[in-house]
């Protein structure tokens, strides 16, 4: 008898106006890579923009919930010093840029596996690719990410079970902590937290279960679909209309 459990019918929803924050754990990589893969995947599908998806790192679960809150409050502040110093030219422009750096600039992305990790709170790499040398060669036109306040924002770790009480005490604060962020701040976050009795679990919800590393299903692109679902439906509430 096919099973009653799972998300339901699938619905879309248009991402392409909305500002996304992603922040993982580093612990459990193996997982958090695919579960990252797997949002990034859904984010993309329902259009919102790459440039508008800030992933910050930090070393564990049981830091989301303060690194959630103060993110959302960056890209407060983002927004508040772009919308004092305009989009225009000159200095309000350079001013605006340094505020957008203040995210953009310390992005850890576990997908690019390989490269440097990155740690919260470390300065911004001075490296440039020779991508955006070209951009700022083209006269600034490369595409510039939102500096709205994030729409939505997603918490990613991964809890595996040991043999002492570390298990019961971080998924208990990081599930109330995540919930007291959304209720205070209004903004939507994203549950993306796995608490794991065993790693296969853990495989089987990150979609690399399995010889060939593909069975399972990745929970990620639910997360992600939840974030913009969650992120058009905000809007609506705020301008009085409920969104189907
Ligand atoms: N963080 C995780 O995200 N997943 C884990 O499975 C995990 N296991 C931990 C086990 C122990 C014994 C300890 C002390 C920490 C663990 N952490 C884990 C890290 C934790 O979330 C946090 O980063 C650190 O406790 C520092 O605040």
């Known amino acids: ?84 110093l305009g989009g225009g030219g000159g200095l309000g422009r350079g001013l605006v840029e340094s505020a957008t750096d203040l995210l953009g600039g310390s992005v850890t992305d576990l997908t690019g596996l390989g490269r440097e990790v990155v740690g919260a709170g470390a300065p911004a790499p001075p490296q440039t690719t020779e991508k955006e040398e070209e951009k700022k060669k083209e006269g600034e036109g490369g595409a510039k990410g939102l500096t709205q306040p994030f729409d939505a924002l997603i918490a990613i770790g991964a809890l595996i079970k040991g043999s002492t009480m570390h298990f019961e005490y971080i998924s208990d604060a990081v599930s109330h902590g995540l919930m007291r962020v959304q209720l205070d701040t209004g903004r939507p976050v994203i549950f993306g937290l796995l608490t794991l009795l065993t790693e296969e679990q853990g495989r089987e919800r990150a979609g690399i279960a399995g010889e060939g590393g593909d069975q399972g299903h990745n929970h990620g692109e639910d997360w992600g679909a939840a974030a913009v679902e969650l992120g058009v439906k905000r809007r609506g509430w705020a301008e009085g209309r409920f969104v189907k």
Do not use: C, F
């Not at 106006?17 to 949002?39: D, E, K, Q």
């Not at 508008?52 to 989301?64: T, W």
């Open 1 to 84: 008898m096919a099973g009653i459990k799972g998300l339901g019918e699938a619905h879309t929803y248009d991402g392409s106006p909305l500002r996304i924050a992603i922040i993982h754990a580093r612990w459990n990589t193996t997982l958090i890579s695919a579960l990252l893969a797997g949002v990034l995947k859904s984010l993309t599908a329902s259009g919102v923009k790459r440039e508008n998806i800030v992933i910050q790192s930090v070393p564990g679960s049981y830091e989301l919930p303060y690194a959630v809150q103060r993110m959302y409050t960056a890209s407060q502040t983002q927004a508040a010093a772009a919308s004092i």
